[in-house]
């Protein structure tokens, strides 16, 4: 019997066991979704009379830092970056200060979004980390919003400035040295706050900081400034828009690119670029030149071929003249060769274009046909746009049509007495249903003429219209999908949206959106009203 007891005893002991040892799925518990705690500071958060040359921010949990040198901004910036360690992971942040600190100063670590924990990665955003070289702690502050007019939801952080305004301050100040207070506005609502700021006069200025100097460099930033001042403390709001400025005119080394043919790179402005001839050639020298349409380039062709070592150009623009020198070289010919920019399916709207790769002289219609489905010969225009080098063939576009084009040897002859290969082209229509109409009704614009815009969710021009306050604005076969429009105030005039100027002190042209987007849809008219007030 008592055997039989402890037999009895073991059992149980062992199912005991064997049960507890059954595979299971773990219940679990909910996902942790709580930042770090910061549970000590060494010196305290917000310390005055500040002299140490290291500081340490423990945590609850382990941490890692995410891009800590991207993220970081402190204000007022430092000469030499602090080093931060451990970049992996711990449970602590310790700060090197390796520059000599600014007396009765008020400094602020701002961490951005780089502190996460380490297990799952809950961002600790925006921590502050600030103190004092003097007796006291700044307490002002400035707030407000960027803008980049061209985009509706502007990319990305930008960086916003402070200069402080003394004797020492100019405004070529931003090209050389950094500012008095920095912060970043938030990716989010592209808001701003510079904090812990001591009272005085200061100048405003945004800019996206392409090299993280925060040193204007106009040829990388976009830049917005504040007109006129601003004196602290004050309760306003302030709004920056900013752009990306004309380059200053400068003609680059010209190349010679092929045997005839030379190419004059430019940064800037160039409505009016020039170019002489100064080296002496053959009376029967002729040259003759256009712009690339995508570049800043002017293309210059010359024949007959010289056995000049270089050529010496002068080069005018406006009020600039420029000398250069193009070393020839020993190099192939090209041929001419003419393609369609635009084949395939067109809408009424269109015009057929072509490109060539030499410069083109004559155009013979004769040598051109255009059939219909129905083999029916279509009339049509053909004009060389001498410019940039390039031909459209215009003709009534019908849709739900399709259309073949042959181009003879001969429709296009070129600068040296080249004509084009046999070019066949097909290209065809849709049918009205497949498109969209949007008809907009402009409400008490503040001035005219206004510039209106279709642009894509890629901000690109798809279709624009000028308004004088008479016309109907009709944006016609529109492919279905998202879009949006863009307003813009034309105050010189000129058809186009112009950026501004920092030296000259110049905002860029006003730029409204209308405030949905819109989406259009096949076989859809839709009218929208947009109110300018």
Known sequence: MRRIFYFAILFFVILTFVN????GN??????????????KYKPENYSINFTDDEIKIYFDEYIKLIDINK???????????????????????????????KKNTTYSFNFGKSIVDYTEGNVF???????????FIDSLNLKGTVKDPLLLN???????????????????????KKPTYITTTKEESQEFELTNLKEGTY????????????????????????????????????????FKETESYKIKKPKHESKNHIIFGYNGEAKNLKIELKSSVPKDFESISYKDSKSDTLHYWFKPFVENDSLIFTVKNKNNLDTVVTKMRDLFVDTLLVKPINAGVLTPRDTLKFSATTPLTLF???????????????????????????AFLSFDIKTTESYAIQLLPGAFIDFFEQTNDTINVRVRTKDNSDY????????????????????????????????????????????????YIRIIYDENKNKRWDTGSYLKKIQPETVLYYPKKIEIRPNWSLVETFNLE
Not at 28 to 38: A, E, L, N, Q, T
Not at 125 to 135: C, L, Q
Not at 203 to 210: H, M, N, S, V
């Open 364 to 390: 013979n219609s004769e040598k051109v046909t255009i059939i219909n489905k129905d083999s029916a010969v279509i009339p049509f225009k053909g004009v060389i746009d001498y410019r940039f080098n390039t």
């Open 436 to 483: 969209g109409t949007l008809n907009l009704i402009l409400s008490e614009p503040k001035q005219l003429p206004i510039l209106v815009q279709l642009v894509n969710t890629n901000y690109e021009v798809i279709q624009e219209k000028y308004y004088t306050g008479d016309e109907s604005i009709l944006f016609e076969y529109i492919n279905p999908g998202e879009y």
């Open 20 to 23: 507890c040892a059954k595979r």
């Open 154 to 176: 502007p990319e990305g952080t930008t960086t916003v400035m402070l200069y402080e305004v003394n004797e020492a301050f100019n405004d070529s100040v931003i090209y050389s």
């Open 203 to 242: 100048f405003l200025i945004a800019l996206k900081d392409k090299t993280n100097d925060y040193i204007f460099q106009p040829k990388y930033d976009k830049i917005g400034f504040l007109e006129g001042m601003i004196s602290l403390p004050t309760d306003s709001s302030f709004t920056i828009n900013i």
């Open 26 to 39: 773990p219940s679990g518990g909910s996902k942790d979704s709580i930042p770090p705690i910061i549970i």
């Open 125 to 135: 955003k925006y921590f502050k980390y600030i103190f004092s070289t003097g007796n």
């Open 71 to 101: 993220e970081l901004i402190i204000s007022p910036p430092l000469k030499y970056q602090p080093e931060i360690t451990p970049l992996s992971t711990g449970k602590f942040i310790k700060i090197n200060i390796k520059d000599t600190l």
